[in-house]
Nanobody
Framework: QVQLVESGGGLVQAGGSLKLTCATSGNIFYATVMGWYRQAPGKQRELVADITFARTTNYADSVKGRFTISRDNDKNTVYLQMSSLKPEDTAVYYC?????????????WGQGTQVTVSS
């Protein structure tokens, strides 16, 4: 059974930092694109950043230069280091795992972790 468990969210002042962690289990990490998404109240869920198994990264324009996504393929874990946080970064952050191979498409979500940035 595949599980994605996020941690590290919380309340931080503007300009501060947080590091989110997504631990995975269930043999999903190999050849998988891991992503962080966020959803603010009244808004659609949006991609924040993602990283391939080979560690190629992609970022939303709104977080470039402030957030860093990384992964530890030995620990089956993906991270999101968030710095210079702004109130508009306030959202529930979700971990996502996506893999398509041998004609099979797999996608999984974590339960989300709340990040609140106060001004």
């Amino acid at each position: 059974q595949v599980q994605l468990v996020e941690s590290g969210g919380g309340l931080v002042q503007a300009g501060g930092s947080l590091k989110l962690t997504c631990a995975t289990s269930g043999n999903i990490f190999y050849a998988t694109v891991m992503g962080w998404y966020r959803q603010a109240p009244g808004k659609q869920r949006e991609l924040v950043a993602d990283i391939t198994f080979a560690r190629t990264t992609n970022y939303a324009d709104s977080v470039k230069g402030r957030f860093t996504i990384s992964r530890d393929n030995d620990k089956n874990t993906v991270y999101l280091q968030m710095s210079s946080l702004k109130p508009e970064d306030t959202a529930v952050y979700y971990c996502n795992a996506f893999r398509q191979r041998f004609g099979l498409r797999e996608e999984y979500w974590g339960q989300g972790t709340q990040v609140t940035v106060s001004s």
